[in-house]
């Protein structure tokens, strides 16, 4: 079938195959030399957080991952040593890892050189406004997001690798100052879902994180 946009119709679902690697980077010569003893010699299931707080040292964030067993280690940034954890369970929409506390905010948060304002049915919280790509071969899109924005998104992906959300629709919003109240066109994509959410800066205070989300989408239309 084709659609509007003058592409075939796909319909994107959740499948069991979703993968969610923990990679970090420590300096610490004690840490290291612990973290390798697990890696090379005991490879046991282990749980852990990663634990994030804001300028006055109070937990605002944080991650809990269970059954994380070593993947790999090689040398990192800096003189420091990457670890990448995974978790060796079958695909079975059993996530091991899920931001149990605090959340991206709901500010408008708006730089007009990359950002546009974006909406995701029952999702996105009102003047959202990411800085956005847009892969039409691939059929995705990517968001970036800074600590203040961002609301929902964790757990709109949460549900979707644990089975329980179903795709959502979503505009891409051309305005004048990034809000829906200056307009100028949209353009509106559906059977979208998250394929990829990961926090990429600033896990050492919760205002400088910033957040990646990829989205898969089934077709597109103009508004």
């Given at each position: 079938k084709i ?12 499948g069991l195959t979703?993968e969610?690697p ?6 610490n ?6 973290l ?10 282990r ?5 994030i ?14 059954e ?5 280690y ?5 003189g ?6 995974i978790?060796?369970?079958?695909p079975?929409n ?8 605090g959340d991206?905010?709901s500010?408008?948060?708006y730089n007009p050189?990359?950002?546009k304002?974006m909406e995701i049915?029952?999702v996105?919280?009102?003047?959202f406004?990411p ?5 039409y ?5 990517t968001l ?14 949460y ?8 795709a959502?629709?979503?505009?891409i919003i051309e305005t004048t100052d990034?809000?829906?109240s200056?307009e100028?066109?949209?353009?509106n994509?559906?059977?979208c ?5 990961e ?6 205070q919760?205002i ?7 989205i898969a989408?089934?077709w597109?239309?103009?508004?």
């Open positions: 659609g509007t946009s003058g592409d075939t119709l796909f319909f994107e679902k959740p979703m969610y923990i990679a970090f980077e420590t300096g010569t004690e840490d290291v030399n612990s390798k003893k697990w890696f090379d010699t005991d490879l046991s299931p749980s852990g957080s990663v634990v707080k804001n300028l006055a040292g109070v937990e605002t964030d944080r991650w809990n991952f269970y994380y067993i070593p993947d790999s090689e040398p990192g940034n800096d420091r040593t990457r670890f990448t954890i978790h060796n369970l079958l079975d059993i996530v091991r890892v899920k931001y149990e506390e991206f905010g500010e408008h948060s050189l990359t950002d304002l049915s029952g996105t919280h009102a003047g406004t800085a956005v790509e847009v892969d071969r691939r059929r995705t899109i970036t997001m800074d600590y203040p924005e961002g609301q929902g998104l964790a757990l709109w992906s549900k979707t690798a644990a089975g329980t959300e179903t959502r629709s979503g505009s990034g809000t829906v200056t100028i066109s949209r353009r994509y559906f059977e879902i998250p394929i990829k959410y926090l990429i800066y600033g896990f050492g919760d400088k994180l910033k957040a990646r989300i990829v989408f089934g597109w239309e103009d508004g």
